[in-house]
């Protein structure tokens, strides 16, 4: 996605090539946030909720560009259909961790041996 936006027109590099890269990075923010609250199984929801909605608005942006700039468009296909993948990955797991994630509203303390 990085290297495909760069490549832009200067115009488009700052304003859709901008929002693509800062929305697709998003996703894995989000995942990595959510797996660091994994032990709350509401939060870990919510941030997998908040990479699914990033992936969406990433899949947005792709096609607002695939409108625009046909120099790009069979790169922009490949990676439309990646992004329609990862969708699809991250919702079904989003149903797993609702169905068999197991909270641990008070854990106990994490002890490490020196």
């Not at 870990?44 to 899949?59: N, V």
């Not at 922009?76 to 197991?102: A, P, Q």
């Amino acid at each position: 996605m990085h290297h495909m936006t760069m490549r832009l027109p200067k115009h488009e590099l700052h304003e859709e090539g901008g929002q693509a890269r800062r929305s697709s990075k998003g996703i894995a923010s989000c995942i990595v946030e959510g797996y660091g609250r994994r032990r709350y199984k509401a939060d870990f929801i919510k941030f997998l909720t908040y990479a699914h909605a990033s992936c969406d608005e990433t899949i947005l942006h792709l096609n607002f560009i695939k409108e625009t700039h046909v120099k790009v468009k069979d790169e922009v296909d490949e990676l439309l259909h990646h992004y329609d993948s990862l969708g699809r990955k991250i919702n079904k797991f989003i149903k797993y961790v609702e169905m068999n994630w197991k909270s641990t509203r008070n854990p106990q303390p994490v002890t490490r041996n020196p």
